[in-house]
């Protein structure tokens, strides 16, 4: 773990931070040392978006010492939240998946799926279950696996 400066913690903490004038430099400068490289990140990244968070809540919510928030790591609060993954997959309006999962959908429910203002659906994967383009099924899937090949001419 590096030392931190002085001049970083001014200008990536102290400024920034929104302040009121009872707030101790000092016990904000004592938690930001104790703090760790990787923690120091996430607090420098978290201050713009708790001072933006206090804005939209005016004046109903009291700052935090900035001591405070390193201290009892609230900074974790606002923490950037990783994008959560496409869940399923997006059957586009005319495509083949949306017209087997359309298909797979009366077979099964009675109906087909619906269509969203781009008349498409997301759906749970690329293929229903038991279709012939489904790769978990194989590559010969309309067929059955023992079934014997049948060639032309013979």
């Known amino acids: 773990m590096r030392a931190p400066s002085w001049q970083e913690f001014e200008q990536k ?3 920034p931070y929104p ?3 009872v707030m101790s430099k000092d016990r904000a400068w004592r938690a930001w040392r104790k703090a760790s490289d ?3 990140a996430a607090i ?5 978006r ?5 804005k939209e809540k005016k004046s109903d919510h009291p700052v935090l010492n900035v001591a405070t928030f390193i201290g009892e790591r609230r900074f974790e609060g ?23 999962w359309d298909a797979h959908s009366r077979a099964t429910r009675g109906r087909g799926l619906p269509r969203d203002r781009n008349g498409g659906w997301t759906v749970a994967t690329e ?3 038991g279709h012939a383009a489904d790769p978990a099924q194989g590559a010969c899937a309309a067929r059955p696996r023992d079934a014997p090949i ?3 001419g013979e």
């Open 50 to 54: 708790y001072a933006a968070w206090l």
């Open 78 to 100: 606002f923490a950037e939240r990783a994008a959560a993954p496409p869940v399923g997959f997006y059957a586009r309006r005319d495509s083949p998946q949306l017209a087997a």
């Open 19 to 21: 302040r009121t004038p």
């Open 150 to 152: 049948e060639h032309a």
């Open 13 to 15: 903490v102290w400024e």
């Open 127 to 129: 293929w229903p279950p």
């Open 38 to 40: 990787e923690d120091r």
């Open 44 to 48: 420098v990244a978290a201050i713009p």
